[in-house]
């Protein structure tokens, strides 16, 4: 079983910056993949970046050039560094893991899953 913990949630103005803290502990396979994800009432969860265990990146279309996906081995931390928020980036975030080593930022694919953080992105 893997735990995820997420901190750093929270209201900010647009064009301001968040960054998104995901903890992980327990077991955690060698292959695995890392994600965030983001869900707003009424809509599907949808993959906002993604980090495997080669270091490979993915980003949903809406958020290159703003939002930076890493991790800190040391600390079995994933980091979302969100930057030039828009008030369409407000929604609950999760971050996610999965075994395996092909990572595709569909929902349905992740096995583990964080309480989720909310941010607010007021005009």
């Known amino acids: 079983q893997v735990h995820l913990v997420e901190s750093g949630g929270g209201s900010v103005q647009a064009g301001g910056s968040l960054r998104l803290s995901c903890a992980a502990s327990?077991?955690?396979?060698?292959?695995?993949?890392m994600g965030w994800f983001r869900q707003v009432p009424g809509k599907e969860r949808e993959g906002v970046a993604g980090?495997?265990?080669?270091?490979?990146?993915s980003y949903a279309d809406s958020v290159k050039g703003r939002f930076t996906i890493s991790k800190d081995n040391a600390k079995n931390t994933l980091y979302l560094q969100m930057n030039s928020l828009k008030p369409e980036d407000t929604a609950m975030y999760y971050c996610?893991?999965?075994?395996?080593?092909?990572?595709?930022?569909?929902?349905?694919?992740?096995?583990?899953w964080g309480q989720g953080t909310q941010v607010t992105v007021s005009s």
């Open positions: 980090l495997d265990s080669d270091g490979i990146r």
């Open positions: 996610a893991s999965k075994p395996g080593s092909w990572c595709v930022l569909s929902a349905h694919n992740y096995d583990y």
């Open positions: 327990g077991y955690m396979y060698s292959r695995h993949c």
